[in-house]
């Protein structure tokens, strides 16, 4: 048995860096200090059965094929399409992401990933009005007032709390939680809510209210409604003389402002918020960022085509417009011929119209295991896992880039996604 | 009876635990996810008690869901379904020109379904999509 430390965790955007993992020959026995969640993906190396072979689907059956036959039909596929759809990239490393864009340059494809369905809409509203951000150590280091907002860490991003924004000792905050104040704001009294020192329950839909009634006062106008999205006065009063007087304030933001109604207005006038605050005091905003290594895949997006997601090469060059060439929208317009599938399981995460066009289009998927997804696939190439079984380059929720560990072999035979990439690029290349 | 409501779903730690560590095929994953998360006081309009089951509508599909007495109320005339395919066969289409989904604040209508059967995920996958031969 050995002990591998410094493990990083391949789950959520929190990318906690202290695994501990036992293992013994091919099994994990254990992933200490993980979270439920994290602990969950670690040891399903054990249990859930790992396909080795590609599986291709004919004449209504699926069989077992080589990794040469089955590369050089995902190549003829993607190569044969006119408008293919390339998505996923959350649960794979940077250097994945950078070959499928290439990729989707050579066949002018779309590339999306599971951003448009996270923080699409955020990353959207920093084009409007920048972000004044920090990193998860500063935070740790510095925060007295910590506010989750539409964000349910207890159960989303379990280790948060306890590694950098409540419970940690810090530099400045020697007594950990008591030197730090939580206020939580969400439509229900969620399970975050109820270790916060005060809950701001919302009505739903009507953030972007609440927040314009928070930027009146901070920017030192009156309040004239007795209610602002069912708060009452005095309390939205209380949470803006909270916000501006204290120390170190970091407004952390989930799901509940991006996929609400208002979309990137909300976190806009949550961003513009913050700026406010600066007036007053030091005060940060940082996104719940979900999807593991989704923070890296508009890193790589941005710095190879110039856009974060949502580019369309069909003109041959890079071309973004969330709500036009984003993958959602593309699907349920119906326009893709192709889609190919990378460490993302968009049949079980995408509504009901996106699905069926994805049901109705050949599909190529590479991932670890079986899913819905591979359900619904032509081509299914099995790879190997990212953060355990293969090295990589992911981004923490805060844009700190962490090189992540490999602590056990894949199966004989299964290659990683950065080779399975590389490949279809060389075929797709050779047809051309 | 039915009862009129907004549906808002999202992530939940045996939503993530069951998908990572047995996989969506697995029982594990359709007892934490094929639930509909309810306020008590929506419970007892409804006559529904924890583990009876619902059929769950909006304007895209309907699906059958047990229900279940929500621990993160109050929350009354919301319901909560765990994000994964349940949910999402309930979801709209469109994205008002951003590219994302609206996920929460779907209009649903809930009534109980003691003659429904709760679809494990592949099932559901099957009986919606088929597939693509």
Known sequence: MATITDVICPFCGTLCDDIEVVVNGSKIESARHACKIGNSKFLSINDIPRPIKPLIRENGASREASIDEAIAKAAEILSNSKRALLFGWSSTSCEATAVGI?????????????????????????????????????????????????????????????????????????????????IVVDVRKTDTAKIANHFIQVEFGKDYELLSALRMIVNGGELEEEEVAGVPKEKIIELADKMMNCQFGILFFGMGLTMSPGKHRNIDNAISLVKNLNRHTKFSIMPMRGHWNVTGFGEVMTWQTGYPFAVDFSRGYARYNPGETSANDVLQREEVDAVLVVASDPVAHFPRKSVAHLARVPMITIAPHHSLTTELSEIFIPSSMVGIEEEGTAYRMDTVPLFTRKVIDPPQGVLSDVEILKRILEKIREMR | MSLEVKLITGRTLHQGASMERLGKESEEYTKS?????????????????????????????????????????????????????????????????????????????????????????????????????
């Open chain 1, 102 to 182: 290439e990729i989707a340059e050579e066949i002018g494809g779309l590339i999306d990933g599971t951003t448009t369905v996270c923080h699409g809409p955020t990353v959207m509203a920093v084009q409007y009005v920048g972000l004044p951000s920090v990193t998860l150590g500063e935070i740790k280091n510095r925060a007295d007032l910590v506010i989750y907002w539409g964000a349910n860490p207890m159960h989303a991003h379990p280790r948060h709390l306890s590694r950098y924004s409540i419970f940690p000792r810090g530099y400045f905050r020697e007594r950990g939680q008591q030197d730090r104040e939580l």
């Open chain 2, 33 to 133: 996810v094929a639930v509909c998360e309810m306020d008590p006081a929506d419970m007892e309009k409804l006559g529904v008690k924890e583990g009876d089951i619902v059929k769950v509508a909006t304007d895209s599909g309907e699906v059958f869901l047990w229900a279940a007495k929500s621990r993160q109320a109050p929350h009354e005339g919301t319901i909560f379904i765990p994000m994964g395919p349940w949910a999402n066969a309930l979801v709209d289409a469109g994205t008002n020109s951003t590219g994302m989904p609206d996920f929460k604040g779907v209009k649903a209508r809930v009534e109980p379904a003691p003659e429904g059967k709760v679809l494990n995920a592949v099932e559901l996958v099957r009986e919606i999509y088929g597939y693509n031969y």
